[in-house]
């Protein structure tokens, strides 16, 4: 279970810390291990809401995920729990020698290791490739070049293609595009409420599709790029799913007109990566490079990253996550250079997305 799992926010205004004292109590009930929640430490609005139960559940999973909690110490902005594997930020209201409210962090590992990472991912039972460069190089890799589904993520390629018909001026950003009937699928983003016949401009389908992982809006720079501006791109490891729905070809047209080979027939014909991997197939090392390539472009400036990298001056991202599919690839700029850490997980199961993230920044701690 994921330490993330335990980021509940109970929706204090102001969290506050006073010294020795609340140090003290926190070590005797809480750095415990059968942790004191009874209701005798906290406020009746806790008590109330969220409970006692939700208390206790947080604080045992943070000792079965971590092991023993050592010693509760001053930070730089509060308090945080040692235990024998983690440091767990930790926040708190206090008020008349009560609890009114608290929140967990997400851990660091001070004893972290590549070996311990790839223990817990190893957990989740599926595949898994990692890339990370430092200042231009490469620093730690696992199955960096192997060919991974990375779900929606795999749209980033799609710019290649619109960049190449822009430069033998064959399209602008400022052509549009009519949204069609069978353009309107479930979707996450805003495209979906708008009324059939809306033009709406490349560029925006640009933003739409990268910041807010609209779907549609992908679904609509496909239509607009064409297919034969794609042949390029399908060259690569596929599978059929996304290119059905997207293109609106059975998968036997499909592979016919852009020539799959055999390899990639196989992919394609497989059961398992038909009914759980979407889209294309790309390596972390090979996301490094292309969201790296896109660092001029502001749209991967303002997409919002879960994860947070150190020093950071410029941070760039991309991610996707659903049945049996995650990936995320962050890179960002220091005084250096430029960074990058690609997490991809394929696996015959849903993901658990947090531990997934965690997981992921925890490559990135240790690529720093």
């Not at 589904?149 to 960049?163: H, M, Y």
């Not at 979906?192 to 990268?210: E, K, N």
């Amino acid at each position: 279970m994921s330490i993330l799992s335990f980021l509940v926010i109970f929706s204090y205004s102001a969290f506050s810390f006073t010294g020795k004292k609340e140090i003290q109590f926190l070590e005797k009930n809480f750095c415990q291990k059968i942790p004191n929640v009874s209701s005798s430490i906290f406020s009746k609005s806790f008590l109330h809401e969220p409970g006692i139960d939700a208390a206790k559940e947080m604080l045992t999973g943070l000792t079965e995920r971590f092991g023993k909690c050592k010693k509760v110490k001053e930070g730089n902005e509060g308090v945080y729990f040692e235990f024998a594997e983690a440091r767990v930020p930790f926040r708190f209201r206090w008020s008349d020698n009560k609890i009114e409210g608290f929140e967990f962090g997400s851990a660091s590992y001070p004893n972290d290791s590549l070996d311990k990472v790839e223990k817990d991912l190893d957990l989740m039972k599926g595949e898994y490739s990692y890339y990370s460069f430092k200042n231009g190089k490469k620093k730690f890799a696992a199955r960096e070049s192997e060919k991974k589904a990375v779900g929606r993520s795999g749209e980033i390629f799609l710019l290649s293609a619109l960049e190449k018909l822009i430069a033998n001026k064959k399209a602008k950003l400022s052509d549009s595009i009519a949204i069609q009937e069978a353009d309107r699928i479930e979707s996450s983003g805003i495209l979906v409420d708008w009324p059939i016949g809306t033009f709406v401009s490349i560029d925006s389908l640009r933003y739409f599709m990268i910041v807010q992982n609209d779907a549609m809006a992908s679904d609509l720079l496909f239509r607009f790029i064409g297919k034969s501006a794609l042949k390029e791109l399908a060259k690569k490891p596929l599978s059929n799913k996304e290119y059905e729905d997207v293109i609106r070809l059975p998968l036997d047209k499909f592979m016919k007109e852009v020539g799959a080979d055999k390899e990639q027939k196989r992919l394609l014909e497989s059961d398992w990566r038909r009914t759980k991997f979407l889209g294309w197939q790309f390596s972390a090392e090979e996301m490094c490079k292309e969201v790296i390539a896109r660092k001029a472009d502001p749209i991967f400036s303002v997409a919002t990253s879960p994860l947070e990298p150190k020093d950071s001056e410029k941070t760039l991202y991309i991610g996707s996550w659903q049945e049996g599919i995650s990936h995320g690839t962050v890179a960002w700029l220091t005084k250096q250079g430029w960074n990058c850490v690609s997490l991809i997980y394929n696996g015959p199961e849903p993901i658990d997305v947090e531990g997934f993230h965690e997981a992921h920044q925890r490559l990135m701690d240790l690529s720093q």
